[in-house]
């Protein structure tokens, strides 16, 4: 599991890497409101811990800019701000739950476990982009009503694109946490993608699944137009 942390205080920052590493977490820091953004655009995580007072960027401003593109990525809050005032906007901003510093390791932890448990239940149930349907727990796949077969390795990348509608992901990034596969190569990716295209969109008015040059895939609705 793979966690991004957005703390701007270094000593606090390095107190829950090291806890949560030592949790078997992986952990990425980033010490500014705008770099942890574009980390969180870029990367695939799990979990985002998220300061509110921040430098470049606050948190809300953060949270929210995720919660605009459709990001699923389960966000907690982590403050010195306790005012209900502040809790309440974190929560309209799009965070999943909030706590106040200081605070002790152990309740941290667990509020990520329970998040990131969460977001599993929660990620278990049928994706819709347009006409197409992914049921995650029957692993079955229909476009307008059309049953697709696909290989293990094809289901995996349209859950994983499906997932993430709107947002690109690279060939790394596929490579390595979709299919968590360090033999492959990003050629490999190329050629399942065409094959996962030509399954989802050959003979449709409307095509899902697009290349962003230099960047990678995406599968998006026809109506978005913001990739």
């Not at 401003?61 to 982590?78: F, G, Q, T, W, Y």
């Not at 859950?159 to 946490?177: C, F, H, K, P, Y």
């Not at 399942?192 to 697009?210: E, F, N």
């Amino acid at each position: 599991m793979r966690i991004l942390l957005i703390e701007d205080e270094r000593p606090i920052a390095l107190v829950v890497r090291r806890g949560l590493e030592m949790a078997r977490y992986r952990v990425d820091v980033a010490h500014d409101g705008e770099t942890g953004l574009e980390m969180a655009r870029s990367d695939q995580y799990d979990l985002l811990i998220l300061d509110l007072m921040l430098p470049r960027r606050d948190g809300w401003s953060v949270c929210e800019a995720l919660r605009n593109e459709r990001s699923p990525l389960p966000i907690l809050m982590l403050t010195a701000r306790d005012a209900l005032d502040d809790r309440v906007r974190g929560l309209e901003t799009g965070a999943d739950d909030y706590l106040a510093k200081p605070f002790e390791f152990p309740e941290l932890l667990a509020r990520v476990r329970a998040l990131i448990r969460r977001d599993k239940v929660h990620r278990s149930r049928l994706i819709r982009v347009a006409d197409l349907e992914v049921d995650t727990v029957a692993r079955r796949v229909t476009r307008g009503g059309e049953e697709i077969a696909l290989t293990r390795r094809e289901y995996t990348l349209l859950e994983a694109l499906a997932a993430n509608e709107g947002r690109v992901l690279s060939r790394e990034t596929i490579q390595e946490r979709v299919w968590m596969d360090e033999e492959s190569y990003s050629n490999t990716v190329d050629v399942h993608v065409g094959a996962l295209r030509r399954k989802i969109d050959s003979g449709r008015d409307t095509r899902l699944i697009h290349t962003v040059h230099g960047l990678g895939y995406t599968l998006r609705r026809p109506d978005d137009s913001s990739t």
